[in-house]
């Protein structure tokens, strides 16, 4: 769909007047994906002018796929899945079995040394700020800072819980109800074991977590969840909890691991883009699905 702008104007307005009945979320997330251009090129700010006389496009996913395809193409190979890029952040889908940074240990291969092997690429002396983390055997969406500034700001979004993180998870039978809220008092020790205490517990820390029945067979059920806090093994405790290990978990309690990892998996990523504050979305795909 096309139209030529007679006022000045924001690009969002601008895709809204062509898709009323789509939400401002939605036509967000065209933007991310590359889908809307003006004056024929890609533009993926939400707040950007575009001046009377000017065309906005918007594409098919398959058409915007062709006409911007990801920036790491023309690059030489690296061991990075990129969602998205530009000159504050780099959204990456991560690998289960990978550690997100490395530990005391000094580990070579983690995330976070793909990612600065990846901008240095381009530039020797770039380099990528670490803003939050998942466990190793966690799949799916983060996020890192191109710069000290955007680290810093969007550290504080994830600190004063501002961040939407969507989460899903294959678990061991079904919970009795289909929706909850599991809230705990989590701690760890210093060899990062985690154990459930009470409130007064010293230097215990606060999980809650929302979960909701998605998709369920007589085995396995697929878990929706949202997170207010970010913990260490927060998910993996909270379906302990509820009787229904997730699958893989042996260390809480699984018995089956038929896809050879623990299937948990950060599925969407909602924040405030640093540069210009647009809410922005990124999602990475459910590896895993009950059988049907």
Not at 215 to 233: K, M, P, S, Y
Not at 254 to 268: F, G, K, S, V
Request: with cysteine; charged share 30%; proline share 5%.
């Amino acid at each position: 769909m096309k139209t030529t702008v007679t006022t000045p104007t924001i690009l969002l307005e601008v895709v809204s007047e062509l898709f009323p009945e789509t939400t401002r979320a939605k036509i967000r997330k065209m933007l991310t994906e590359g889908r809307v251009l003006v004056e024929g090129e890609v533009e993926h700010k939400a707040k950007h002018t575009v001046e009377a006389g000017q065309t906005v496009e918007v594409t098919g996913r398959a058409k915007a796929k062709e006409a911007a395809p990801p920036p790491q193409s023309n690059k030489k190979p690296h061991k990075l899945k990129i969602l998205y890029e530009d000159e504050a952040i780099l959204v990456v889908n991560k690998p289960a079995g990978l550690l997100s940074v490395a530990t005391n240990k000094l580990e070579d291969d983690t995330l976070h040394a793909r990612c600065v092997n990846y901008v240095r690429l381009g530039n020797e002396k770039a380099w990528i700020h670490i803003v939050h983390r998942l466990d190793r055997e966690t799949s799916g969406v983060m996020v890192f800072a191109r710069h000290e500034r955007y680290k810093t700001y969007l550290q504080s979004q994830f600190a004063q819980r501002e961040v939407h993180r969507t989460y899903h998870a294959l678990v061991e039978g079904r919970p009795e109800e289909n929706h909850g809220t599991e809230r705990a008092w989590l701690v760890e020790d210093r060899n990062l074991r985690v154990k459930k205490v009470k409130a007064s517990f010293q230097g215990a820390k606060e999980a809650i977590t929302h979960w909701t029945v998605e998709d369920a067979d007589e085995e396995v059920a697929l878990i929706h969840i949202t997170i207010e806090t970010g913990r260490r093994h927060q998910i993996r405790m909270a379906m302990k909890a509820l009787d229904c290990p997730v699958v893989g978990d042996k260390l809480h309690g699984a018995e089956t691991n038929p896809i050879h990892r623990i299937a948990l998996h950060a599925t969407a990523l909602e924040f405030l883009h640093p540069e210009n504050d647009d809410p922005v979305r990124f999602e990475a795909e459910i590896p895993f699905m009950p059988n049907r």
